[in-house]
């Protein structure tokens, strides 16, 4: 019935690499004709999950990507559009005989275009291969073994790209196919203080962790200012797969194994088992995105303050270190993990707003997003999942002990620099000729607190500890712990 010649598609997603990845291996182990394509999808362009952070990071990856296929007369074809046309368009030319692809654990919006694309799939005759991303398995309904299974699979040997001469599909036969389909500009701002996208940038964050940053890693972590060079950084290039878990975990245990100092590596190991824990979390239970995951919790309800909202997207809420944390997320797209979790924590406790509110804001502020850490953690943090205890930052004496010079507010809210260091931790403290002689009025020059944090610390508190005891908190909290939690949940901890 056809004359067009077959060939086979690795459909790019969040494995931004061409080393371990086990679609493009798969797909070339066939032997047939290969295309290599990522499509801006505008399900995603147009979802408030995301920001052009996001989309400049990923064509930086696609660029790295191109200069390494250059050798092989190949590149990217990179197109904006939704998933089928391009794949009905990209058939006017080609047989598909199969897509290769990572399981992807996404956002509401790409689960259903999963469901809607496999019926595509089974419609045109087509094989989707869809493989195990970073060890996340789908179709679990608890965690017997689950830790067993990732170690395993992180023990495994990395997959190199290795594809016979002319396996890839040529530049002139993308040129074709671009004259049909839209071609996406690449160019992405070359002033940009954002993390570079891309495995070339990746692997130079991960060497000099490997080999100098990470000496500091476990006594640094907590501070905003120096765990910016103390933590390994890679958390973009692992959401969007610039590296793999188990490229980034082996070089981790190699280490380790040669270090004298076991603590700083360990700690840094562990962290990689929680990314797989929290997302294969979400994989489970992905009406996470919307709702509490402890339904229990779902009939709590907290009065919106768009006035309260605001005021913390602008870091203009009166609290230093919220504001920092605040103002340099958005400049910089990273603040380290207590920064994260205190800014959610200040957001639904001491501003008593629903964590659903506070969702996209931060996701389109991380570089990092990764919807199976993002929604897992904000309900955490927000004290709605029953069995996680309820933590909340009180942001001032985190200032004091993990920013005491108060080197990372000067650098983010400068109206505060010239005052001392306790009265830039606690500026509502001053007197008015305490303002006066360091020429700064408070309400003016910086923002008073928005909110009475001492009360509004203790409302949370009370109601949240009451609602441990509530009968459908509880029901809900062995149901989690049943279906989520390891058998032994110090594994995850665990530094050797
Ligand atoms: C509300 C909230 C939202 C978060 N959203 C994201 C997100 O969208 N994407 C993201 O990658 N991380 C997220 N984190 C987790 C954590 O803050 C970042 O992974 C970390 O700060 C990234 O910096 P790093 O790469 O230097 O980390 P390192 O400390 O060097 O850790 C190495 C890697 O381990 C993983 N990791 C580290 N901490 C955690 C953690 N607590 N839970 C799960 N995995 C972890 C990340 O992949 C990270 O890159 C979130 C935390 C909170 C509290």
Aim: net charge neutral; aromatic share 12%.
């Amino acid at each position: 019935m056809t004359d067009k010649p077959n060939i086979n598609v690795v459909w790019l997603k969040r494995d931004l690499r061409l080393q371990d990845n086990e679609a493009i291996t798969n797909a070339l182990y066939t032997g047939k004709p290969t295309l290599l394509l990522y499509v801006f999808e505008h399900i995603l362009l147009n979802d408030n999950h995301y920001s052009e952070r996001h989309f400049n990071f990923i064509k930086e990856s696609i660029n790295d990507l191109n200069k390494q296929l250059e050798p092989y007369n190949t590149k990217v074809l990179s197109v904006t559009s939704d998933i089928q046309t391009a794949f009905n368009l990209i058939q006017e030319f080609y047989k598909i005989d199969a897509i290769f692809s990572h399981v992807e654990t996404g956002i509401l919006v790409t689960y259903n275009r999963d469901k809607e694309f496999t019926r595509y799939c089974r419609n045109n005759f087509i094989r989707w291969n869809q493989s195990k991303n970073n060890g996340v398995e789908r179709g679990l309904t608890n965690r017997d073994n689950w830790l067993e299974q990732w170690e395993d699979y992180m023990s495994q040997p990395l997959l190199e790209f290795n594809p016979e001469e002319n396996q890839l599909l040529h530049l002139n036969a993308i040129t074709k196919l671009e004259s049909v389909l839209t071609v996406t500009d690449l160019d992405t701002p070359k002033d940009s203080i954002f993390q570079k996208g891309g495995s070339s940038t990746a692997w130079k964050y991960a060497s000099s962790f490997f080999e100098n940053r990470h000496k500091d890693y476990m006594f640094n972590i907590s501070k905003p200012e120096a765990s910016r060079t103390s933590c390994s950084r890679l958390s973009p290039y692992i959401a969007w797969g610039n590296v793999s878990i188990r490229q980034i975990f082996q070089k981790a245990q190699n280490l380790k194994e040669q270090s004298n100092d076991k603590r700083h590596i360990g700690g840094f190991l562990s962290r990689l088992r929680w990314q797989a824990h929290f997302i294969q979390k979400f994989e489970m239970e992905h009406t996470m995105e919307n709702e509490s995951v402890n339904k229990g919790y779902q009939k709590l309800k907290k009065s919106i303050s768009l006035k309260y909202q605001q005021a913390w997207k602008e870091g203009q809420t009166g609290f230093p270190l919220v504001d920092a944390s605040m103002r340099c997320l958005v400049e910089t797209g990273y603040v380290n993990f207590r920064m994260r979790a205190m800014l959610v924590s200040f957001f639904t406790h001491i501003l008593w707003q629903p964590w659903q509110n506070a969702s996209e804001h931060l996701s389109q502020q991380f570089l990092d997003f990764e919807p199976g850490i993002h929604f897992p953690q904000l309900q955490m943090q927000a004290g709605e999942t029953g069995i996680n205890n309820l933590r909340i930052y009180n942001p001032t004496l985190n200032g004091l002990k993990h920013d005491p010079d108060a080197e990372f507010i000067k650098k983010w809210v400068p109206e505060l620099a010239h005052l001392d260091v306790p009265f830039i931790h606690e500026p509502y403290l001053m007197t008015e000729l305490e303002q006066g002689l360091y020429n700064f009025k408070l309400g003016e020059d910086y923002p008073e607190p928005i909110v009475d944090i001492k009360e509004n610390r203790k409302r949370a508190s009370d109601i949240l500890w009451n609602m441990k005891n509530d009968p459908e908190v509880v029901k809900e909290s062995f149901r989690i712990l049943k279906r989520h939690t390891l058998q032994d949940r110090n594994s995850l901890l665990r530094h050797n």
